[in-house]
């Protein structure tokens, strides 16, 4: 039997680690590059998250249809060119709010003050929002086709295991990003190219076009494609007899008014959008977290070491996805009552959050270690989440569910970007106090809290409105 899936499997994995490579330069450089030149504040680093998680959201539900129709190959194609333009255009963010404003470059932004200072503020806020709402638009196809690739190329069982593996390019995407975009913007700034975050941008961005070409010469449907021999075929199908939906085509076509009115796709929903704000906080806000608290600019050598400790934790994920297997082979249940005892370990893990700021008083790395166990416990959630689609539902819709499930990620998203904003900005001028914590240690203890308890409450909400293994049939 030839091996080619996992090789598809690597492409997912790569693809998703530009993806999250692409995200995070924004949250990387805005504090100690972008901020500086344009003023911004919290909040309005808030809405620019926001709008971003927002189109992100939508893209997501229109990306999966889009995919269920126009076919993988050209779909992810299709998603990969966007968002890779709308990250290059960032860079040019600054040109374009100097040229608008009539100004004379980056030093006449700099030391503007005042009324001038917020009027740079503001007009360089809906540039850079234009340009996220490109980036969202591409990357909210990212999942409905990854979801989708691994239901063409991976057999049940093996599912969860395939997207806890690609899913672990969103943490290699993080964990590479701290120890190269503070540096290349760093860098670019020494020798004079701009304030070096816009090379930042064209260089990261530029790698979604490598991918590009890779995904041109090397995928095919399983079916289709020569280097999957008939083993690795019989493989792939051996559901056949049991799962929804077969063939080339996935099967019969599901409308989309009767996919919102089940229980299926609502317990999905809502579980992704009562979690996945907490990913979305802490891969958003985490520098400005070590900032804010300790000290530290995003280009200190102690700051990237404490992000590429976090995110080397969370690469841990990969074997979240192995668990549901380990179930089923010790218990015999079926592939989604194992999955939900698998959700439910992961779901406590979180509970830890609650002690991350108390233990940030002692050493700077207990929180970061916290944070990291939580993100590793949010990849496997999210993974098996995901899977969840494909135990289900028909292939033919696989890419509609992910759509909606990636919208509830994206709404939950912006929400806690737009809210820990302002929350960060309120508690520094007044003072909070809360829990021994003044200021914005208090507003993030606060945070911290709701993303603690966000997965028991998702994991109740699946666990409700779909109790035990039923598959939609069509």
Not at 127 to 147: D, H, K, Q, T, Y
Request: aromatic share 14%; with cysteine.
């Amino acid at each position: 039997m030839t091996n080619f899936r996992w090789t598809i499997c690597a492409l997912l994995f790569f693809a998703t680690t530009v993806n999250y490579l692409d995200r995070q330069v924004l949250s990387l450089t805005w504090k100690d590059f972008i901020a500086p030149e344009f003023h911004w504040t919290d909040t309005l680093y808030g809405y620019i998250g926001a709008a971003f998680t927002i189109v992100y959201a939508i893209s997501n539900l229109l990306s999966g249809r889009f995919i269920d129709w126009i076919g993988t190959r050209k779909g992810y194609l299709w998603a990969i060119g966007i968002w890779s333009t709308g990250a290059c255009l960032h860079a040019l963010c600054g040109v374009a709010t100097q040229w608008s404003l009539d100004l004379h470059g980056t030093e006449a932004m700099l030391e503007a003050t005042g009324a001038t200072a917020a009027t740079i503020a503001t007009v360089s806020v809906w540039f850079f929002i234009g340009a996220r709402i490109i980036l969202g638009l591409g990357e909210g196809g990212n999942f409905p086709s990854a979801i989708k690739v691994t239901t063409e190329y991976f057999p049940r069982r093996d599912r969860a295991f395939a997207t806890s593996i690609f899913n672990a390019g969103a943490t290699a995407g993080a964990l590479v990003a701290p120890l190269c975009i503070p540096a290349l913007a760093q860098y670019f700034k020494n020798i004079g190219w701009g304030n070096g975050w816009e090379m930042a941008f064209i260089i990261i961005g530029g790698l979604g076009y490598v991918w590009m070409g890779l995904w041109i010469w090397l995928y095919r449907h399983p079916g289709e494609n020569r280097r999957v021999n008939k083993a690795e075929l019989d493989y792939i199908r051996q559901d056949a007899a049991t799962e929804a939906g077969n063939g080339e085509d996935g099967g019969p076509k599901v409308p989309l008014a009767r996919v919102i009115r089940l229980p299926q796709t609502w317990g999905i929903f809502l579980a992704k959008l009562v979690t996945d704000g907490a990913w979305w906080f802490f891969l958003f806000w985490t520098p400005a977290y070590i900032s804010d608290n300790f000290g530290l600019k995003a280009s200190d050598p102690t700051a990237m070491a404490l992000m590429f400790v976090l995110y080397a934790i969370t690469m841990l994920s990969i074997f979240g996805g192995k668990l549901p297997t380990i179930i089923i082979n010790r218990t015999h249940l079926n592939s989604y009552d194992a999955r939900l005892k698998a959700m439910l370990a992961f779901a406590l893990i979180p509970l830890l959050a609650i002690a991350a700021q108390p233990l940030g008083e002692i050493n700077y790395w207990w929180p970061i270690i916290i944070i990291g166990l939580v993100g590793a416990a949010h990849q496997s959630w999210s993974a098996n989440l995901y899977s969840v689609a494909s135990d289900l539902f028909p292939r033919s819709v696989v890419g509609t569910i992910t759509g909606i499930n990636g919208l509830a990620g994206g709404i939950s998203g912006a929400v806690y970007n737009a809210l820990s904003g302002r929350m960060f900005d309120y508690a520094e001028q007044s003072h909070m106090c809360i829990a021994g914590f003044e200021g914005k240690p208090a507003g993030y203890f606060i945070v911290f809290c709701v993303c603690a308890v966000a997965y028991l409450a998702g994991w109740c909400i699946l666990k409700t409105l779909v109790p035990r293994y039923k598959a939609v049939v069509v």
